[in-house]
């Protein structure tokens, strides 16, 4: 009476889980593979829910609400783990007082990240324990054991799920009575535990290291690590979704499963290794569990055979398989290919993107040209580098664009460009960023640039939110991550305010107004700033009068190509506008590029609403 049953993502199952357990504080900021959980967290409304600045803030909203005494959870993806490790660390310190887990969401193979990372290695860094689920089932089950852990061990948990985890869907059977475990809300004055002054922080370091001796016990009991007998031959040791993996390739091996990936159960690993001939150990990315396995002094393959870097599937591990002359154990693998012989198509900013004129105007003032440097080879040359950053504008890289020299991480496009003022380059340089990750961590970039006099120009593409994520809220949009009206933070502001004299803020959609901002802000030796302002595509819903081309007038120029519009195609070699697709009277960008006015509305003609 007391079960139910559904359909759900990782993500989905997580968030879920979490509100059983009596979550009641819950942070994260939008990165694809984790976006999901806070998204659907933010439905209850007798649970506190935001979307932060950014992830260093994310974790400690996490920590104050935890020494509250309420069970919190903090979510984001890989990268953004980097971001709050200072916090994250801190919080190995000085223990918690609510449950506190954090979700790493690492994204194996690169889907949507600008980097590869396994972040096993936190866990071992921080002295935290880590859990990694292998299903839904088991993301919705294991945090409340995550909790249970965290508060018996006085520490974070760190909860670590992979791309395949956080969207693959199966069914999940879920516990009704678990609902709404609440604690207390409580602050316990305590200086010595809270206050990391160096002489309370060397007390507190000790407790991390028994800490980690008490959960290497735990490890060697709890049912989330288990044995799986079946043939002796061989013996896989594996974890999350490289499990799944490895079962549907050797269906009748014995598994040693973990679910608690540190610190692990040396006692259980060697009875393991009692019961088997031949071990292996499939994992995605670093050889962690193999690396600590051996270290126990147990000869161990895994490796040897199996990539070290992107995704498994059942094809690498098969592979790996037969490379350690273990086909005669493992089912044949037939997969489908299910992109074979499609067109391969760069991924383009999508039709009306508020971001096309700015990054035309770019692209034509830093026009390349090739050129052969000092020792002959050649290289191109350009009067402009155009320092990127992470979203959905750093498609304006690809052809016909190419407006955008160089992309690290989030907010790094002001500190780049700062550094290559610094540097001495002739070239005149200009930072883009989005308006989320301008607030994520674009501002104190600014702060930098005024502060040291960065002769540089940022372009501040504001479209009002978090469009690669899928259209989250952010301080600059006035809603919050429950859907309540707040105070909106002012870009236009908030830079006058750091002390930039040299502040432009124009219509995205009117190209001759982006461009004199542009032009403007480029020839002023000083720091400049152009906030670039028009509605995300996507949430514009409304398409009305799209435009088609008079092919009398079209002398075939490419102008209107080199936008990279998809709206505007080909079809026996003459230019068309695609009326489904074209956002009309909303954007217009190509009308006004033609040189020829071949451009016009088709009348009174709409699509959507």
């Known amino acids: 009476m007391n079960k139910s049953r559904k359909l759900l993502s990782g993500n989905e199952a997580i968030a879920i889980g979490a509100y059983h357990a009596g979550v009641l504080v819950a942070t994260a900021y939008p990165g694809t593979p984790s976006t999901e959980i806070l998204e659907n967290l ?10 932060s600045t950014n992830e260093k803030v994310a974790m400690e909203v996490g920590l104050g609400a935890s020494y509250a005494g309420v069970r919190t959870l903090v979510s984001m993806k890989h990268v953004g783990l980097n971001v709050a490790a200072d916090p994250f660390m801190a919080a190995a310190t000085t223990g918690i007082h609510g449950g506190l887990v954090v979700i790493s969401a690492d994204d194996p193979g690169i889907h949507s990240s600008q ?19 292998s299903d839904s ?21 760190l909860f670590r799920i992979t791309t395949r985890v956080a969207h693959s869907k199966s069914v999940v059977e879920l516990n009704e009575k678990r609902i709404r475990k609440e604690r207390t809300k409580h602050f316990h004055h305590d200086v010595g535990k809270y206050v990391m002054l160096p002489t309370n922080a060397r007390n507190r370091v000790p407790n991390m290291h028994r800490r980690i001796v008490e959960l290497t016990k735990y490890a060697e009991s709890t049912p989330v690590n288990q044995i799986i007998d079946g043939d002796s031959k061989i013996g896989i040791i594996s974890s999350g979704v490289s499990y799944e993996y490895a079962r549907e390739v050797f269906p009748q091996a014995s598994f040693l499963k973990l679910g608690m990936t540190y610190p692990l159960p040396p006692d259980l690993v060697q009875k393991f290794v009692g019961k088997v001939k031949k071990l292996f150990v499939v994992e995605e990315l670093d050889p962690f569990l193999e690396e600590n396995i051996k270290i126990m002094g147990v000869h161990v393959e895994g490796k040897k055979h199996l990539p070290r870097f992107g995704e498994l599937n059942k094809s690498a591990v098969h592979h790996a398989a037969v ?30 993107c508020p971001h096309s004129g700015a990054f035309f105007i770019l692209s034509t003032i830093g026009k390349r040209a090739k050129v052969l440097d000092a020792e002959g080879r050649s290289e191109e040359e350009t009067g402009l580098i155009i320092t990127g950053d992470i979203g959905c504008y750093t498609l304006a890289t690809y052809p016909p664009l190419r407006a955008m020299d160089t992309t690290a991480c989030m907010g790094a496009s002001i500190g780049q460009a700062i550094g290559l003022e610094k540097a001495g380059v002739s070239s005149k340089i200009a930072a883009v960023i989005g308006d989320s990750t301008f607030m994520h961590s674009g501002i104190t970039g600014i702060v930098d640039a005024v502060y040291n006099d960065a002769k540089i120009t940022v372009i501040i593409l504001d479209n009002g939110t978090t469009a690669m994520t899928g259209h989250q809220d952010h301080p600059g949009s006035g809603i919050s991550a429950q859907g309540v009206a707040t105070e909106k933070v002012d870009i236009e502001k908030l830079v006058l305010g750091a002390g930039v004299k040299d502040v432009h803020a124009v219509n995205a959609f009117d190209v001759k107004a982006v461009r004199a901002a542009i032009r403007s802000a480029l020839d002023n030796p000083s720091l400049s700033v152009v906030i670039v302002r028009g509605k995300c595509a996507v949430i514009n819903r409304v398409r009305k009068n799209p435009r088609q081309i008079d092919l009398a007038k079209c002398n075939d120029c490419g102008v209107c190509v080199m936008i990279g519009c998809q709206a505007i195609q080909k079809r026996n070699d003459k230019l068309y506008i695609d009326a489904t697709t074209c956002m009309g009277d909303e954007c217009r960008i190509c009308e006004q590029l033609c040189p020829k006015q071949a451009i016009a509305p088709v009348s009174g003609k709409s699509v959507g609403g």
């Not at 933010?42 to 979307?51: G, H, L, Q, V």
């Not at 980097?115 to 689920?133: C, I, S, T, W, Y």
């Not at 350690?324 to 039709?351: F, I, M, Q, T």
């Open 115 to 133: 980097g590869e990372q396994d972040n096993r290695h936190f866990a071992k860094l921080a002295r935290v324990p880590m859990l990694e689920p």
């Open 323 to 352: 490379q350690a002359g273990l086909s005669d154990l493992a089912n044949p693998v037939d997969e489908v290919n299910l992109v074979k012989n499609l067109p391969g198509r760069p991924p383009l900013l999508c039709p009306g």
């Open 42 to 51: 933010s439905k209850y409304r007798d649970i506190y829910a935001e979307w």
């Open 137 to 157: 089932q088991e993301a919705y089950d294991l945090i409340e054991i995550a909790y249970d852990l965290s508060e018996k061990y006085d520490t974070p948990v």
